[in-house]
């Protein structure tokens, strides 16, 4: 008989809520390459988009996995904080977290096999594969341990912001020879930096009892918003400039709502400072970086896509 609660369990293990941004990133750089390439192979796409998917996948379990101890600890867990607390609640087994790491990670090895014969066993392709998994798991997982050595947030940012659209484009032609990723890119790093920033917040308490060096730890809350906010003008600064890069492109204004939102979201960050809680109301900042993300993922996704027409 199927055990309802161990699917729903493992559904809130699994973190699906953090998978959306990289999915659109992944397809705005697949767009791309058709865009400047003509030419778009739907095998590529959903094989490529399986493994990303599975580096994801990997990525939550071990950290599921080694900051249990810091879950345990954990006072101010919120929906995008604290884990998914199925380990701490005993619902799923360190074994069986440890069990289902291995078997994503042999799932992976697989279909990156097939994605490397697929691409005419491009070397760019397997680069990127190997970086993609052991900057992956290496958030949490020894020995690089990012986010126990002040760089988990910046591991997130490049994860999500230039690996992922470079994945989309190099899945498709093999071969990475598009500056225009880099440059779309930035905004998507640059907010993605504010979320995961802001997330340590919560955490500052039980991450200190494990040694885990976050942003917000190494720095503390309130210089954690003045960062936040810094990184979330730069994201608009970035809005502005591609706006004059594809200024002969149709609806290149919308890249304008990135400054305008970034300034919204810089006062509230700011305003934030004026209050000694810095917790309180945390969930609801990261929630609005989370729009920030958005708006930086789908806003060049929709102009590519409107380009092609």
Not at 38 to 61: C, H, P, Q, R, S
Not at 148 to 153: F, K, N, S, V
Not at 217 to 236: D, E, Q, R, V, Y
Not at 278 to 291: A, C, D, K, T
Request: with cysteine; proline share 3%.
């Amino acid at each position: 008989m199927i055990n309802k609660h161990k699917i729903t369990s493992w559904i809130k293990v699994m973190r699906l809520e953090f998978y959306s941004m990289p999915f659109v990133v992944y397809s705005l750089g697949a767009l791309i390459s058709y865009k400047f390439n003509d030419f778009f192979f739907l095998k590529n796409y959903l094989v490529g988009y399986f493994i990303i998917f599975l580096i994801e996948l990997a990525t939550v379990l071990t950290n599921e996995y080694y900051d249990f101890e810091a879950d345990k600890l954990n006072k101010n867990v919120g929906r995008f904080t604290g884990g998914s607390r199925m380990l701490v609640e005993n619902k799923i087994s360190l074994r069986e977290t440890k069990i289902s790491f291995i078997f994503v990670v042999m799932l992976f090895l697989v279909l990156s096999l097939y994605l490397f014969k697929i691409t005419f066993y491009s070397n760019q392709v397997i680069l990127l594969l190997g970086i993609g998994l052991i900057f992956g798991i290496s958030y949490t997982a020894p020995p690089l341990k990012f986010s126990y050595r002040g760089l988990g947030e910046i591991d997130v940012a490049i994860i999500h912001g230039f690996y992922v659209i470079i994945c989309g484009y190099v899945f498709q032609k093999a071969i990475l020879d598009n500056n225009v990723l880099w440059v779309i890119a930035i905004p998507i790093f640059f907010s993605s930096l504010v979320g995961v920033s802001l997330a340590g917040i919560p955490d500052i308490y039980s991450d200190r009892l494990v040694s885990k060096k976050t942003i917000a730890l190494i720095i503390g809350p309130k210089n954690t918003l003045i960062f936040s906010a810094i990184c979330s003008l730069i994201t608009g600064t970035f809005g502005i400039f591609l706006f004059y890069v594809f200024f002969s492109w149709q609806l290149d204004y919308l890249y304008l709502l990135l400054p305008l939102y970034s300034i919204y979201m810089s006062y509230i960050f700011l305003a934030k400072l004026r209050l000694k809680n810095y917790e309180l109301g945390i969930s609801r900042m990261i929630f609005s970086s989370m729009i920030l993300i958005a708006l930086s993922s789908f806003i060049p996704l929709i102009i590519q896509m409107v380009s092609l027409f």
